[in-house]
């Protein structure tokens, strides 16, 4: 008789709990499943082509040369293997990343929500180390331990401190193995906990205390961090940890042509994992909501004639993204398949409208004086008014 699906996944999450240090495995059914596999996973046939035509210098302990990195990142041949870009802006802006990343310095990517700044550091972490999932999630709970280490807590009590009951952060993971570590969301940690890093990153070393020994970082160790400055209640990092980063700015996209190219391709990518249509997103829909997006959120129109006031959502790539997406599954599953103007005005205020009060009226304003008058845009119009914009 076959195994029940739910004994199998319970059994191998027991299995886990009793060594806590080892990563949960599944079967090749489940693995088929995942909503969005890692990088590394993802683009595996990609990274191994770039190996094995790769016969640049390479630092100690990566994968690939720095080279080799930059054309994983934008895109370009690998012998006969097309690779897909991963990041669309300014090349020197991922070669100053990928180049920080051979020195001692650690690198921040600042920007504001929706640049890609996630991304990025996971393709970084999975050209250079194989492995983009010793990361840290920064919120204002996190604790120095989330970045240092803790306890088998049932170990500590019946055996005292010891090797076997220090439980690693992905941090010291990263240091013990030569590996890449992500921080998301730097700024969201407490100044306090966030400091728990300047040794580390200035001494490559983290002490044990407990242990009287030391943990010293072998070749490949580095740390990629993101943040952003637009977010609430973030806090400010300390002189001394600044001085340990290089900060690299991530953009918004310069151009409607770049910026609508960006929203495409990943719309591609999340069709093919949640099995949508190819045509659920038609290209005429995408250019409509990036360029609302891009006039909202730098105050004109796209021709520069018109001002306009600014919401205070973000209206980053990502949400056009998100937006889209609702759209395409309005349109499968409660439409004829194909993405209109009806669909995609079902996410435009939501994501436009964040203050109900100010955001509702520059909305308003901009339906009437914009939307409302631009050619071929009248089913558009009528669709957000059709729903109380």
């Known amino acids: 008789m076959a195994a029940d699906p739910f004994c199998l996944f319970l059994g191998l999450h027991l299995q886990h ?77 991922i070669e100053i990343a990928v180049a920080t990343l051979t020195t001692d310095r650690a690198l921040l990517l600042l920007g504001v929500p929706g640049t890609a700044k996630t991304w990025v550091s996971e393709h970084l972490a999975a050209a250079i180390s194989g492995d983009s999932t010793l990361l840290v999630q920064g919120t204002a709970g996190t604790h120095e331990e989330t970045l240092r280490y803790g306890w088998n807590y049932a170990r500590l009590l019946s055996e005292g401190p010891s090797e076997k009951a220090l439980v690693p952060s992905p941090v010291l993971t990263a240091m013990q193995h030569g590996k890449i570590a992500r921080v998301e969301e730097l700024t969201r940690i407490p100044a306090d906990v966030q400091d728990a890093l300047i040794t580390l990153l200035s001494e490559k070393t983290l002490p044990v205390p407990e242990l009287g020994s030391e943990v010293q970082a072998i070749q490949g160790f580095n740390l990629i961090a993101t943040a952003n400055d637009r977010d609430k209640g973030i806090n400010e990092l300390s002189s001394a940890l600044r001085r340990r980063f290089n900060t690299v700015v991530l953009p918004l996209p310069n151009t409607l042509d770049e910026e609508v190219t960006i929203v495409q391709n990943r ?43 600014s919401p ?24 004829d398949g194909d993405l209109r103007a009806h669909d995609l005005a079902a996410g435009l205020t939501g994501a436009i409208i964040k203050d109900p009060g100010s955001d509702a009226v520059i909305w308003r304003e901009y339906l009437e004086t914009v939307v409302k008058k631009r050619e071929g845009w009248q089913d558009l119009y009528r669709a957000c008014r059709d729903l109380g914009a």
């Open 312 to 335: 205070s959502a973000t209206l980053s790539t990502a949400e056009a993204i998100s937006v889209i997406h609702q759209g395409q599954s309005l349109a499968v599953h409660f439409g």
């Open 267 to 309: 719309l591609n990518a999340l069709g093919k994992a949640l099995e949508l249509p190819p045509n659920a997103a038609p290209l005429q829909e995408i250019q409509r909501l990036v360029t609302i997006f891009r006039e909202l959120r730098s105050g004109k129109t796209e021709d520069g004639r018109d001002k306009l006031k």
């Open 17 to 93: 709990l009793s060594h806590p240090l080892s990563p949960l495995t599944l079967s090749p059914l489940y693995m088929s499943d995942i909503i969005r596999p890692h990088a590394e996973t993802a683009y595996a046939h990609e990274l191994a082509a770039l190996a094995a035509a790769d016969d640049r210098p390479r630092p100690a302990n990566w994968r690939l040369s720095p080279w080799a990195v930059v054309t994983y990142l934008l895109g370009g041949k690998a012998g006969d293997t097309d690779i897909e870009p991963k990041y669309y802006g300014q090349r020197r802006i």
